[in-house]
Nanobody
Framework: QVQLVESGGGLVQAGGSLRLSCAPS????????MGWFRQAPGKEREFVASIRWASGRTSYTESMKDRFTISRDNAKNTVYLQMNSLKSEDTAVYYC????????????WGQGTQVTVSS
């Protein structure tokens, strides 16, 4: 199974922005959709956003859709998560995932990248 690698996390002040990137490490594979999830300390993993690779159609958790944007670069085989107006509540480990068949079930996952938003 291909390994996904996230990058772009770090420490940012509240109100700031970050852009996360996710790309396969190794051989390319057929992708139906890619998504971003996050897990805050003591919380369960939650869905953030997804994008269908071919069409570019996106889906977001309602509470995040005004601040977060998912996008893709076909040439680089990379998916991004642009995060604006960050809040302390956004502090979490962010995971990239890929699916060969669905936008709601994923079969490849990255190792996660830490996003910390300071108050």
């Amino acid at each position: 199974q291909v390994q996904l690698v996230e990058s772009g996390g770090g420490l940012v002040q509240a109100g700031g922005s970050l852009r996360l990137s996710c790309a396969p490490s190794g051989r390319t594979f057929s992708t139906y959709a890619m998504g971003w999830f996050r897990q805050a300390p003591g919380k369960e993993r939650e869905f953030v956003a997804s994008i269908r690779w071919a069409s570019g159609r996106t889906s977001y958790t309602e509470s995040m859709k005004d601040r977060f944007t998912i996008s893709r670069d076909n040439a680089k085989n990379t998916v991004y998560l642009q995060m604006n107006s960050l809040k302390s509540e956004d502090t979490a480990v962010y995971y990239c995932a890929a699916s060969t068949y669905s936008t709601t079930a994923y079969n490849s996952w990255g190792q996660g990248t830490q996003v910390t938003v300071s108050s």
